[in-house]
């Protein structure tokens, strides 16, 4: 097993948010509540759930982004959570992220060029000479000829964007990379092209990545272990094989379960039965028995740990054990 390049523990991101008359009552918002999980060195842990469940929140918080409410991330054996932008600068060329919307992250005012030359002059990297050198090496890495360098974004189609936005966050060798969402903007036909540009660039670079995505098919394609999050929290996490062949969550089954497959009826492809409850008033206890058909009395009293089922695969549920044989059937999905 290699060693941990990212470790996170007890991870918190709440947001305060006014609500009530004249938004005199504050409700707190947990974003990402109590997390904990290891990212290897050359690993692609891909992380998965609804919309709305907090994997968008979490990325950004282990970059600072969303400054953490509690908890810590260690990164070189130094906790980065919380640190100021200045202190955290220096770990910028290390941790990188490449976000949803390849439009919306790319300065639209300026060329490719600038846009790709930005964190060397930021980090003091190079002169003129060899930074231009180094955005045709990107451009080149990411497939795009090096006269895109002088264009701008809305002269590319949503996937050359992408590809842009792979070559910025590459741009200074970082050893983590956060993929939030990077290709579900895309259209399908584009969408392995830009899969397979990442798998090509993290073993090139031996790149570590947190592959966000709620497709449970493309994250099968990326991963080598796999963490399941379920409105703030990890329910599951393991080796990507075992999450597809002996998932034990019933909030896994379900979202296996609910994938598409040709033949099958809707009610075999639908989607877990119930809302996903609302983050500023998560249920008691186990905060999916709610929507779960196996709930029993103590999971709307007692919260269930991360416990392992073997060395590498982890579930939160009371009654794994005894679930682990049955089949998922979508009749089963519906809620009590």
């Known amino acids: 097993m290699s060693e941990a390049i990212l470790d996170v523990r007890g991870l918190k991101l709440h947001f305060?948010?006014?609500?009530?008359?004249?938004?005199?009552?504050?409700?707190?918002?947990?974003?990402?509540?109590?997390?904990?999980?290891?990212?290897?060195?050359?690993?692609?842990?891909?992380?998965?759930?609804?919309?709305?469940?907090?994997?968008?929140?979490?990325?950004?918080?282990?970059?600072?982004?969303?400054?953490?409410?509690?908890?810590?991330?260690?990164?070189?054996?130094?906790?980065?959570?919380?640190?100021?932008?200045?202190?955290?600068?220096?770990?910028?060329?290390?941790?990188?992220?490449?976000?949803?919307?390849?439009?919306?992250?790319?300065?639209?005012?300026?060329?490719?060029?600038?846009?790709?030359?930005?964190?060397?002059?930021?980090?003091?990297?190079?002169?003129?000479?060899?930074?231009?050198?180094?955005?045709?090496?990107?451009?080149?890495?990411?497939?795009?000829?090096?006269?895109?360098?002088?264009?701008?974004?809305?002269?590319?189609?949503?996937?050359?964007?992408?590809?842009?936005?792979?070559?910025?966050?590459?741009?200074?060798?970082?050893?983590?990379?956060?993929?939030?969402?990077?290709?579900?903007?895309?259209?399908?036909?584009?969408?392995?092209?830009?899969?397979?540009?990442l798998l090509e660039i993290q073993r090139e670079l031996h790149l570590s990545m947190l592959f966000i995505s709620h497709d449970l098919g493309v994250v099968r394609h990326m991963s080598d272990r796999i963490a399941v999050m379920y409105l703030g929290q990890i329910v599951e996490i393991g080796d990507a094989q075992a999450i597809y062949e002996q998932a034990r969550h019933p909030y896994t089954q379900g979202l296996l379960a609910a994938i598409p497959r040709l033949g099958s009826s809707p009610e075999e492809s639908s989607q877990i039965g119930g809302d996903i409850p609302s983050p500023m008033a998560p249920p008691a206890g186990c905060r999916f028995h709610t929507r779960c058909a196996y709930a029993q009395a103590e999971c709307s009293k007692q919260a269930p740990e991360l416990r392992a089922e073997s060395a590498s695969h982890f579930t939160a549920c009371h009654f794994w054990e005894e679930l682990k044989l049955r089949e998922f059937t979508p009749a089963e999905r519906k809620p009590r």
Not at 71 to 83: D, S
Not at 135 to 154: F, R
């Open 16 to 197: 305060s948010q006014r609500s009530g008359v004249f938004g005199r009552d504050r409700a707190v918002v947990r974003a990402v509540d109590d997390v904990s999980f290891a990212l290897r060195k050359g690993e692609t842990l891909g992380l998965v759930g609804e919309s709305g469940c907090g994997k968008s929140s979490l990325g950004k918080a282990l970059l600072n982004l969303h400054k953490p409410t509690a908890g810590e991330v260690i990164y070189q054996g130094k906790n980065i959570a919380g640190l100021s932008d200045k202190a955290m600068r220096e770990y910028r060329r290390s941790l990188q992220i490449i976000f949803q919307d390849p439009f919306e992250s790319l300065n639209s005012r300026h060329t490719v060029s600038a846009i790709l030359e930005e964190p060397l002059l930021i980090h003091r990297i190079g002169d003129r000479s060899s930074r231009a050198q180094r955005v045709t090496e990107l451009l080149d890495m990411v497939g795009l000829p090096s006269s895109a360098a002088n264009k701008y974004p809305h002269e590319f189609s949503g996937g050359q964007r992408q590809r842009i936005g792979i070559a910025r966050a590459i741009a200074l060798n970082p050893s983590v990379l956060i993929c939030d969402e990077a290709v579900s903007a895309l259209d399908v036909s584009v969408q392995a092209q830009i899969l397979n540009l």
